[in-house]
């Protein structure tokens, strides 16, 4: 099938500094790139989306980029705080599915004081 | 909260058994879509359903079915259980129409022993 790839696996930056995650997809058909954060034991919540048509989305301290051509999106965030220690997952929706998501394997972020 | 109900939270059975999970999606969401969370797979999409219909399928096995009643909630049957379907399960709802944004429950949490 096809599949995201998410890079780094595990992150750890000192409290204020910015944190980089990237993503590839290989299905040409996605359209809609949502990133999820999830604390421990606790549901995936959404953070922040990007669709097709754009190429860059900011919200507060959280930005995520698009390059379609080469199938790559990342999410930054800036001024890190220890309450962002979290695993973040990226996704890519599945091409004519009606938005069910591929996700990646999930970046582990751990921000020390 | 997302807005979005999972019973139970928790379920121990044996294998080969057969269990059903519910979800009830968000007030005016018509979409529902299945995860599987794992250690070793990763998130993982099953199945979404649409106003009552299937809409796309991902990785379900065979012994694993949904269905998507008239009051919108949904149901998860996982039957002839193995040690291996032991994981999360979420189930996410969204409008869908014309809205990707998927906002997960709270998961249950099943362990096959």
């Known amino acids: 099938g096809e599949n995201v790839e998410q890079h780094p696996s595990t992150l750890s930056v000192q409290e204020g500094d910015s944190a980089v995650i990237k993503c590839t997809y290989s299905?040409?058909?996605?359209?809609?790139f949502p990133w999820y954060k999830q604390e421990l034991g606790k549901r995936p919540q959404l953070i922040i989306d990007?669709?097709?048509?754009?190429g860059e989305k900011k919200d507060q301290r959280i930005a995520v980029t698009l390059n379609k051509t080469a199938k790559h999106f990342s999410l930054h965030i800036t001024e890190t705080q220890p309450e962002d220690s979290a695993v973040y997952f990226c996704?890519?929706?599945?091409?004519?599915?009606?938005?069910?998501?591929?996700f990646g394997k999930g970046t582990s972020l751990l921000v020390t004081p | 909260d997302s807005g979005v109900t999972q019973t139970p939270k928790h379920l121990i059975t044996a294998t080969g058994q057969r269990v059903t999970l519910r979800c009830s999606p968000r007030?005016?969401?018509?979409?529902v879509y299945w995860y599987q969370q794992s250690l070793d797979q990763g998130l993982q999409f099953l199945i979404q359903y649409y106003n009552g219909e299937e809409r796309a399928k991902g990785n379900i096995l065979e012994r694993f079915s949904a269905q998507q009643f008239p009051d919108l909630h949904s149901e998860l049957n996982l039957s002839s259980l193995e040690l291996g379907d032991s994981a999360l399960y979420f189930c996410?709802?969204?409008?869908?129409?014309?809205?990707?944004?998927?906002?997960f429950g709270p998961g249950t949490r099943l362990t096959v022993t």
């Open positions: 990007i669709r097709s048509n754009v």
């Open positions: 996704a890519a929706s599945i091409g004519n599915s009606g938005y069910a998501l591929n």
């Open positions: 299905d040409s058909a996605s359209n809609y």
């Open positions: 996410a709802s969204s409008v869908a129409s014309g809205s990707a944004e998927q906002y």
């Open positions: 007030s005016g969401d018509l979409s």
